[in-house]
């Protein structure tokens, strides 16, 4: 691999919450250490079509997944695949989601909530959570300072090239009590408090660092849809690579290939989106 990289989805966070509430990830801009721009998903801004297309780069009318019930190993290469191909190891700290889309469907509890098959998966390195009951009132999710933990672990006793961890306390914080109350400023503070030390030591370890969303949460805590609230949401990058202006509008289908030419790993002939770093 060229370089190294993680990529850390944070479910559900609309741009003006990224740029109103994370004061460390704001900070970084500042100083000029990171780099943000707003991004686009895909139609519909659903979180499992947003995440089928986070990592092949195609559109839900591509890769057919609809809705949070339309679940399946997903047939288009993506980012795992390519950086197992290339010979990387990757890892992966998600929503069980992840592991049906990328590497096996069904997800079996047992079998799957934590595996290494290096060499043998597209997932090098797999720890999933279901958050099985989850319900309005019950969300379910595990904690985030535990999950950035875990990809560290992943990432310092395994070597993984390319690491991506996505946590949903945020976009169940929103379905729960919406955008406009202090419960939501508080928990986007406190997510933005437990990343932001990891970052560092991510950086120290010699990895290039994105934080961004899957999509955004409209005022009333809602997604799916074409508003603008729905779908955007910020990406900052930690990295040496030049990006575009900064108000230039990013294509979620953009990131995929963007990450395998960070790690230098051949991009496959079905992302035809761009790069946006170079
Ligand atoms: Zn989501």
Request: proline share 6%; hydrophobic share 35%; with cysteine.
């Amino acid at each position: 691999m060229q370089n190294k990289l993680l990529l850390i989805i944070i479910d559900g966070v609309p741009y003006a919450n990224w740029r109103g509430f994370f004061g460390n990830l704001e900070g970084w801009v500042e100083e000029g250490e990171a780099r943000v721009w707003r991004m686009r998903s895909v139609l519909p801004s659903t979180s499992a079509s947003c995440y089928a297309s986070i990592h092949t780069g195609v559109t839900p009318q591509v890769h057919r997944v609809t809705s949070n019930e339309s679940i399946f190993r997903v047939a288009e290469p993506d980012v795992f695949s390519e950086v197992t191909k290339a010979g990387g190891k990757t890892g992966a700290v998600a929503h069980s989601f992840w592991s049906e889309f990328f590497n096996r469907s069904p997800f079996d509890p047992v079998r799957d909530i934590e595996y290494d098959e290096q060499g043998q998966s597209p997932i090098s390195h797999g720890r999933f959570h279901t958050m099985t009951g989850y319900g309005h009132d019950n969300q379910m999710t595990p904690c985030d300072a535990d999950l950035f933990a875990t990809l560290t672990m992943l990432a310092e006793r395994h070597g993984i090239d390319y690491g991506m961890l996505h946590t949903c306390t945020l976009d169940s914080m929103g379905h729960r009590f919406t955008h406009d109350c202090i419960q939501m400023d508080l928990a986007c503070f406190k997510l933005d408090g437990q990343l932001a030390p990891y970052i560092t030591r991510w950086r120290n370890a010699g990895y290039e660092v994105v934080v961004t969303a899957d999509h955004g949460q409209s005022k009333r805590g809602h997604h799916g849809g074409a508003e603008d609230m729905q779908r955007d949401f910020a990406l900052y990058y930690f990295g040496p690579a030049d990006g575009p202006a900064p108000d230039a509008l990013l294509d979620q289908c953009q990131l995929a290939p963007t990450v395998l030419k960070r790690l230098g790993v051949p991009v496959p002939g079905t992302m035809l989106a761009a790069p946006f770093l170079d």
